[in-house]
């Protein structure tokens, strides 16, 4: 066992799990530390691997936060691009997601896996309707644009 300390307020971490992933989550504030691969599992709850490919972290800054493990400053990011700050240990020891940030991941992923589902229809389509030879154009764009209802 270890004790890490919360990097907001510095009370111990407490063991426990969230959507199956075991975590350490600060009582106080109602954040938790993933380790590295925790995020990763967390993310598995609700996508697959294909859906779960490509950068995390994007416009990458310096944060306020310390690593709870090895103590060294962590880099805060936009997970997936999107408006959801989070904050790695730059030594890969895991992320710090403040309360209610492990929620916004899942939903995220979930906005993720329906974009992919709706751009392999939209291809799927697309590629019907030129096998066609754009014969049944009128139908594929009335589909793509909400069944021509007016």
Not at 1 to 18: A, F, I, N, V
Not at 121 to 150: C, I, P, Q, T, Y
Request: with cysteine; glycine share 10%.
């Amino acid at each position: 066992m270890r004790d890490l300390k919360c990097p907001r307020d510095q009370s111990l971490l407490k063991e426990g799990q969230e959507h199956g992933v075991e975590i350490d989550r600060c009582e106080k504030c109602g954040g938790a530390w993933y380790d590295n691969d925790e995020l990763s599992m967390l993310e598995a709850t609700v996508a697959d691997d294909d859906s779960r490919r490509g950068m995390i972290d994007y416009a990458k800054r310096e944060s306020e936060l310390k690593c709870p493990v090895c103590k060294t400053d962590m880099r805060a990011f936009n997970y997936r691009a999107h408006n959801l700050e989070l904050d790695a240990c730059t030594e890969e020891h895991g992320f710090w997601m403040d309360s209610n940030e492990s929620e916004r991941v899942r939903e995220v992923m979930q906005e993720r896996v329906a974009g992919l589902q709706r751009a392999g229809v939209a291809e799927e389509e697309w590629g019907n309707m030129l096998r066609s030879g754009g014969k049944k154009s009128g139908g594929f764009f009335k589909n793509l644009f909400g069944g021509g209802k007016k």
